[in-house]
């Protein structure tokens, strides 16, 4: 029966016992992965398939092996002998686990005797009665441990990226031990429990984190804003060891209509914080400006006058968020005798707000007597 079976991962810290473990020990770390093989009958081929482990975490020191074996069934025994015997059943199978090149790492071997004194053949081979014995529902369970390197080459073929394939196999063992003629029957079903573990010793920091995907500075985001920039997911961080994990912070001020938002983005390992700030500036106006001394309106100049008017550089405006500019222009209409001048006046804010003033003059240019 062949299989593959998958393990599931969990992290340990190393505990020291007090005054038992040195301070380079009491340093190391272990993760451990875990999974089973399960049961069925002997004899089997399967596999388990571990991650490697993984060199970021820092530098691995030794790989240790726990097999769990099990295995249940039965043992049946008849006697063919004319005269009495003691036979002993070995109930037992092997479960072995190996390298990808099969090179043993662990084996268990779950096992128990029985020892029966049978009489002389009662002609029924029903494996009870005078000549016979039967023992059901064993269930046997074994532990066994092993500890790499040796050697050494573990510690490169159990680490870097990706997976490695643990070949396993569970071998039926139980056999009569004795003198004499006899029948035997075994039914075994056997099952794993394999746990590895890495211990290593996990990478020092050598510097703050550095972090990726932020750009210090200010940027101006001009008038009324659509969407104000906040904290983001694509800011990340990492030291020499593993990536960090990022904070942001926002902070908003305002002064009149100008807005200040600050977002700061931390990372903090052992050697220190690294922090990327960014700042934005915008503006919030839509109120247009107000004339300081322009009236729109309509005024006669008469006949002939000697002076007309033009755009007049005094005339001011105000804005409730800065300073606005005044623009005028000039433009004339001739009906007959009758000319119509107006004049227009702009203000203009910083946020493209305007408003205008409209003066129109008109007047009369008649020298011809009747």
């Not at 099990?70 to 043992?75: L, M, N, P, R, T």
């Not at 025994?77 to 662990?106: F, H, M, N």
């Not at 984190?209 to 008038?223: F, M, N, Q, R």
């Not at 001020?253 to 914080?273: D, E, H, I, L, P």
Request: aromatic share 6%; net charge negative.
């Amino acid at each position: 029966m062949f299989g593959s079976y998958r393990f599931a991962p969990f992290v340990l810290a190393c505990l020291p016992a007090l005054g038992l473990t040195s301070a380079a020990e009491a340093q190391t770390q272990t993760v451990c992965f875990t999974g089973s093989v399960p049961l069925q009958s002997t004899n089997w081929t399967s596999s388990v398939t571990v991650p490697k482990f993984n060199p970021a975490l820092g530098t691995l020191q030794q790989v240790t092996f726990r097999l769990d074996g099990h295995v249940e069934g039965s043992a049946s025994v008849e006697s063919l002998d004319t005269s009495a015997t003691v036979v002993q059943l070995l109930y037992a199978a092997s479960i072995t686990l190996q390298r990808p090149d099969a090179t043993v790492i662990v084996t268990g071997m779950p096992n128990t005797m029985f020892t029966d004194s049978l009489g002389p053949f009662d002609g029924v081979i029903d494996f009870g009665g005078p000549s016979g014995a039967s023992h059901l529902g064993i269930s046997i369970n074994s532990t066994d441990n092993a500890t790499s390197p040796p050697p050494a080459s573990d510690l490169v073929l159990f680490s870097g990226a990706g997976t490695i394939t643990l070949p396993i196999n569970g071998v039926g063992l139980s056999q009569a031990v004795g003198s004499g003629n006899v029948i035997t029957q075994f039914i075994t079903r056997a099952s794993a429990v394999v746990q590895v573990c890495y211990i290593y010793a996990p990478c020092a920091c050598t510097s703050a984190p550095v972090i990726s995907g932020c750009t210090p500075g200010s940027v101006d985001l001009g008038c009324n804003p659509t969407s104000i920039p906040g904290c983001t997911s694509g800011v990340t961080a990492a030291d020499n060891c593993e990536p960090v994990p990022v904070t942001c912070s926002v902070s908003d001020t305002s002064n009149g209509c100008v807005n200040t938002r600050v977002v700061t983005y931390s990372a903090t390992n052992a050697c220190g914080t690294t922090t990327c700030s960014r700042t934005y500036t915008w503006t919030v106006d839509t109120t247009p400006p107000t004339f300081d001394n322009c009236v729109s309106g309509n005024t006669d100049l008469g006949c002939n006058p000697t002076n007309l008017p033009v755009c007049d550089p005094g005339v001011t405006a105000s804005d409730n968020c800065g300073p606005a500019t005044v623009t005028c222009t000039s433009s004339d209409v001739v009906n007959g005798c009758v000319t119509t001048r107006t004049l227009v006046y702009t203000a203009r804010d910083a946020c493209n707000n305007t408003t205008t003033c409209a003066r129109t003059f008109t007047w009369t240019t008649d020298t011809t007597p009747p």
